[in-house]
T-cell receptor
Framework: DAGVTQSPTHLIKTRGQQVTLRCSPK?????VSWYQQALGQGPQFIFQYYEEEERQRGNFPDRFSGHQFPNYSSELNVNALLLGDSALYLCASSYLAGGPNEQFFGPGTRLTVL | GEDVEQSLFLSVREGDSSVINCTYT??????LYWYKQEPGAGLQLLTYIFSNMDMKQDQRLTVLLNKKDKHLSLRIADTQTGDSAIYFCAENPLTGTASKLTFGTGTRLQVTL
């Protein structure tokens, strides 16, 4: 089992650009959540996808959008990048019906906005 | 409201026990979690505890939950240098729903020889 994978590992963009980050969940998982982790902080919830729909959303602007595909993989898109969007973006997968809601994280994508 | 607090730093000697503390605010949380993050890496789920339990032990890890005080702790027995990392506690704030996790700011554990 490859676990949760994310691509790319690192990314450098300039202000105003758009970015797409990708995530493949752990085998058997049907739910993908995205988190933003700024330097020195804990992860902050962006949104969660299940059955190709956004199921829950955190306090992030509409510039942050996502998608889930039939194979459960997911993308995070950020438009009109700001310097403050520089962070580690983490994807976590889980099985919705699983009681403990164990979320397994990928290694993250480090986004730098210049 | 949702707020999870942790102390920022803990230093222990190799072989000693480490105790990392966390307080949370959402009394509806059904599960509480401990994650470990090594430099430049994602988060590794260490263990979790269901809210109707007081204690859970898993090898060198012991989780204690005081629901009345909304206090969670993680004890690592026989701490090793490989345990040096940032430890996050997290709560699942919506009852019965697999949903977002709310994380603390993390406690950096430094293990010295």
């Amino acid at each position: 089992d490859a676990g949760v994978t994310q691509s790319p590992t690192h990314l450098i963009k300039t202000r105003g650009q758009q970015v797409t980050l990708r995530c493949s969940p752990k085998s058997g998982h049907d739910t993908v959540s995205w988190y933003q982790q700024a330097l020195g902080q804990g992860p902050q919830f962006i949104f969660q996808y299940y059955e190709e729909e956004e199921r829950q959303r955190g306090n992030f602007p509409d510039r942050f959008s996502g998608h889930q595909f039939p194979n459960y993989s997911s993308e995070l898109n950020v438009n009109a990048l700001l310097l403050g969007d520089s962070a580690l973006y983490l994807c976590a997968s889980s099985y919705l019906a699983g009681g403990p809601n164990e979320q397994f994280f990928g290694p993250g994508t480090r986004l730098t906005v210049l | 409201g949702e707020d999870v607090e942790q102390s920022l730093f803990l230093s222990v000697r190799e072989g000693d026990s480490s105790v990392i503390n966390c307080t949370y605010t959402d009394s509806s949380s059904t599960y509480l979690y401990w994650y470990k993050q090594e430099p430049g890496a994602g988060l590794q789920l260490l263990t979790y505890i269901f809210s109707n339990m007081d204690m859970k032990q898993d090898q060198r890890l012991t989780v204690l939950l005081n629901k009345k005080d909304k206090h969670l702790s993680l004890r690592i027995a026989d701490t090793q240098t490989g345990d040096s990392a940032i430890y996050f506690c997290a709560e699942n704030p919506l009852t019965g729903t697999a949903s977002k996790l709310t994380f603390g700011t993390g406690t950096r554990l430094q293990v010295t020889l």
